[in-house]
């Protein structure tokens, strides 16, 4: 393998549609932004910090490695964040314009989660399981739960926290 690939840290191929992150294992941020593909090859392999995959029309996420701190993956057609427990050390989740419309249980398992933005997305309950997330202080769901506004407020409430 080509010694520059080897040490290559951080790689942006925004707008590049042949990107391939085969034997790049020394990679910590990716950024594929608006690039028109509906899915990512699995980058469980590689020890990943940074994924922003944003604006891609992603259907689906790649199976991530557990050391991911950062993950933007807004505007997208995803419907669900399977696996999303398994990130036991991110930090940052930016989910919105997407169709989420749950998370799944495992989310408790976030325990390093300190921001997480859901706005605009499709949720039919407003996910509790987030009271759990001892490390969070920035949360973003402004038009995320449709018409459960008053589940959301009062949700807000026991946290001590307010919306506008």
Not at 5 to 32: A, F, G, M, P, V
Not at 41 to 53: A, E
Not at 58 to 87: F, M, T, V, W
Not at 128 to 145: A, M, P, V
Request: with cysteine; glycine share 2%; charged share 20%.
């Amino acid at each position: 393998m080509n010694h520059f690939i080897e040490k290559l840290k951080s790689l942006s191929s925004e707008r590049n549609d042949e990107t391939n992150y085969d034997d790049i294992e020394s990679l910590k941020r990716i950024n594929c932004s608006k690039i028109p593909f509906t899915s990512i090859p699995n980058l469980i392999s590689i020890n990943l910090l940074v994924l922003n995959c944003s604006h891609c029309f992603l259907d689906a996420l790649p199976i991530l490695n557990p050391c991911l701190k950062k993950l933007y993956c807004q505007h997208n057609n995803l419907s669900e964040l399977p696996q999303l427990g398994r990130l036991i050390c991110l930090e940052k989740l930016c989910c919105q314009n997407n169709k989420i419309t749950h998370f799944s249980d495992d989310i408790v398992g976030l325990q390093a989660l300190e921001s997480i933005d859901i706005r605009n997305n499709n949720f039919t309950v407003f996910p509790t399981e987030i009271r759990e997330l001892k490390s969070l202080s920035c949360l973003h769901c402004q038009n995320s739960c449709g018409k459960n506004n008053r589940q959301l407020s009062q949700f807000l409430k026991k946290l001590n926290m307010t919306w506008h």
